[in-house]
């Protein structure tokens, strides 16, 4: 894996290709259609049984995108947990866990160690308090998670759209601003898949973005900021609020994010009234190396980033940590449901993670 500035510089530039349909687009047409082949051969042969799809003894809920990049995925996950928790589900969540230092399956806990697990899944540990499990291979995280955990009733994989060895009750696909960019596949574009012409069945769109950014038909969420918590305090449990992010107005602040996307962060740091330097890193950032000059006045940082910073270090200066919020519309829910098996008609399953006979 390359290091992280040039995966970083690397991101960038494609970000300026797949933009639009200009010349070096153009030239990597040829080997998108490769791509596509390669694509459309695993598709078939999971479809008719040469590659097997592997059904957990629960629903499976998989959050996944097309577009490379940051769409939203992690705090779609988070809203669809909770979701289900309000309307008697007891969920649990897969995900393979980028920038792992190994492939296997894992449990994650609160405190795990974030080189062991990734950054997103101990995010989704600590947010949500359900069971999380990582693994490259996410059909052997649902069996380990349904064996550790018999009361889970429904499983969500955060990403996995294209994983096709899981077997998936519903997938809710997420968009945001860029919708389906420049609608050609990698590397002439940013898309993994082709881009569905029509809804599909067992398929939701959710949009992380303020309107629908292509033309399936789907819901909108609202992002919000829900407050800021020191970072010691964060780590001990405390819940971020809005009156300590109103106390950072007027003071000199530096936003740190090492998001795909980090300019959303921003914003609505800048929407809250402060005046901030950016420092947009890296997506999945380590932070080995505290990146702010020992002479930053206040730093706010996302909960993705915090899971990579102990407090204990000598940080040089005051860290904040930012809560992003993500809710969709109310009648997602009512969708999202109604394509699940109701919990009266599902089989019980043993502590091994198999169906009861």
């Known amino acids: 894996m390359p290091p992280a500035d040039l995966r970083s510089r690397l991101g960038a530039r494609f970000e300026r290709i797949w933009a639009g349909r200009g010349a070096a ?15 459309a051969t695993r598709h078939w042969l999971h479809r008719h049984g040469w590659l097997a799809t592997h059904d957990l003894p629960v629903p499976v809920v998989v959050v996944g995108n097309l577009v490379v990049g940051g769409a939203g995925k992690t705090p779609a996950t988070i809203a669809i947990v909770e979701l289900l928790r309000r309307h008697g589900r007891t969920p649990g969540i897969v995900s393979r866990g980028y920038g792992r230092s190994d492939d296997a399956v894992r449990e994650v806990g609160p405190t795990s160690d974030v080189r062991t697990v990734g950054d997103e899944p101990l995010l989704l540990a600590r947010r949500t308090g359900v ?3 990582v693994g490259r291979d996410r059909v052997a995280a649902g069996h380990a998670l349904l064996q550790a955990h018999p009361s889970v009733d429904i ?4 990403d996995g759209l294209q994983h096709l ?3 998936r009750d519903l997938e809710v696909l997420v968009f945001d601003e860029r ?11 940013a898309l993994r898949e082709p881009a569905p012409l029509a809804a599909k069945p067992g398929r939701l769109v959710l949009y992380n973005a303020a309107t629908a950014t292509t033309s399936l038909p789907g819901f909108v969420g609202e992002r919000s900021l829900a407050g800021v918590v020191a970072l010691d305090a964060w780590w ?8 300590a992010l109103e106390a950072l107005r007027g003071k000199r602040v530096v936003a740190a994010a090492g998001l795909a996307r980090p300019g959303r962060f921003f914003a609505m740091l800048r929407e809250h009234g402060l005046d901030i330097t950016e420092l947009a890193l890296p997506d999945h950032h380590d932070f ?8 930053a006045g206040e730093v706010v940082v996302t909960e993705k980033d915090a899971v990579k910073i102990d407090p204990a270090r000598r940080l040089g200066t005051r860290v904040w940590v930012a809560a992003l919020d993500f809710r969709p519309e109310l009648a ?5 449901l109604a394509l699940l098996p109701h919990p009266d008609s599902l089989p019980t399953h043993e502590p091994n993670g198999n169906p009861t006979p």
């Open 236 to 243: 001990q449990g405390a819940a971020p609020t809005l009156a």
């Open 179 to 189: 919708g389906i960019g420049n609608t050609r596949l990698l590397p002439a574009g």
């Open 332 to 336: 997602f829910d009512a969708a999202l």
């Open 165 to 167: 060895g899981l077997g």
């Open 131 to 133: 069971p999380v499990f």
């Open 288 to 295: 080995r190396t505290l990146p702010w000059p020992i002479t």
């Open 155 to 158: 499983v969500v994989s955060d």
């Open 25 to 39: 687009s153009t030239a990597l047409l040829p080997v998108s259609w490769i791509f596509a082949a390669l694509i």
